[in-house]
């Protein structure tokens, strides 16, 4: 009996079992409990280790499968992340695309205003410009109107102390015995004996100028002398020349025409350049008002003006030589002067 049911259970397996070539490639088959009897000990021990096989790959496949997808939940779990910083970072340069926008716009609003003010002041800058302008033009007007009044006033003072002779250097109280008018009497016949006589020479007026004596100076005040004519001016003035030195009492003193403050000014500018021909022999003269006369290549040559002179000095190589320092001395003054105002 039991060969026969080992008989039976192989020729079952003949039928039933399908034995692989190859363990790993076996596929599992279905068994049921009565193939499983009737199997012989070599094909359980086979299909064990199939089975175990089969599970060992299950296990790996599962481990394989775990791996995967704990893989897949890193990479999840970090694309996640990602897109949650992602998200952050749009969301802040959303924000910051607003802000520059916000400044954008506040810039532009603050440009637009800085540019309205700007125009606001040029035109502001324009109209004092124009108002500076015409004021300039205004006291430029004014200057000339105040040159051409001082002008007349000179010359008015001029012709009103045309006949006048201002003497320089007597001592302060001289005249308290025989007064001014007696002081240039002795003038006259200590240098001019011949004009002492002269009967037609006549003193309208005299007094000192300032009319107030200050103490702390120490030059006596001037004196100023009205003749009658100018014609006695002149003649007197002339003779001053002539003899040169002039003196009262031993001392010497000087006699002068007497002129307006402005041509006494203009008189005093000559006296560089009249120094400078006197010294070549030239035989300058500052003529009435403020012209300078001088002898030149044996013509006599007078000058309303510096500028005048300046342009004929140009025209003579050995004038120009002589007078180029003072010249230039004279330049550099205007000059000074020009950038002072």
Not at 162 to 182: D, Y
Not at 207 to 215: E, F, G, I, S, Y
Request: hydrophobic share 30%; with cysteine; charged share 35%.
């Amino acid at each position: 009996m039991p060969n026969n049911k080992r008989k039976n259970r192989g020729n079952k397996n003949k039928e039933v079992t399908m034995t692989p070539s190859n363990e790993k490639d076996t596929p599992i088959q279905d068994y049921e409990d009565d193939d499983i009897e009737e199997m012989q000990e070599a094909d359980l021990k086979k299909l064990i280790r199939t089975l175990r096989s089969s599970q060992k790959q299950i296990l790996e496949l599962q481990k394989s499968l775990m791996d995967k997808i704990e893989n897949l939940s890193r990479e999840n779990e970090i694309l996640r992340r990602n897109q949650n910083e992602t998200k952050q970072l749009v969301e802040q340069e959303t924000v910051i695309v607003t802000e520059v926008k916000n400044s954008i716009d506040q810039m532009k609003n603050t440009i637009e205003s800085l540019t309205n003010r700007m125009g606001e002041a040029e035109e502001r800058i324009l109209d004092l410009e124009d108002r500076a302008q015409e004021r300039i033009q205004s006291d430029q007007r004014k200057e000339e109107e105040i040159r051409n009044l001082k002008h007349i006033v000179g010359n008015l003072q001029d012709t009103i102390k045309k006949p006048n002779i201002r003497v320089l250097g007597v001592p302060e109280g001289m005249e308290r015995e025989k007064g001014l008018e007696g002081l240039f009497s002795e003038i006259l016949s200590e240098n001019f004996p011949g004009l002492e006589k002269d009967r037609e020479i006549l003193v309208q007026e005299a007094h000192r100028t300032p009319n107030k004596h200050n103490q702390k100076r120490s030059s006596p005040r001037h004196v100023v002398i009205k003749l009658s004519t100018v014609k006695h001016k002149e003649k007197i003035l002339k003779c001053a020349r002539e003899k040169r030195q002039i003196t009262l009492r031993g001392s010497p003193i000087r006699l002068t025409a007497d002129f307006s403050s402005e041509t006494l000014q203009a008189r005093r500018e000559w006296r560089d350049i009249a120094q400078v021909l006197r010294e070549k022999n030239c035989q300058p003269r500052i003529l009435y008002p403020e012209k300078l006369s001088f002898v030149n290549e044996g013509e006599i040559k007078t000058f309303h003006s510096k500028q005048k002179l300046k342009e004929f000095v140009a025209t003579r190589p050995a004038l120009q030589q002589m007078l180029k320092d003072v010249l230039h001395t004279e330049t550099q003054k205007h000059g000074h002067q020009y950038e002072r105002k």
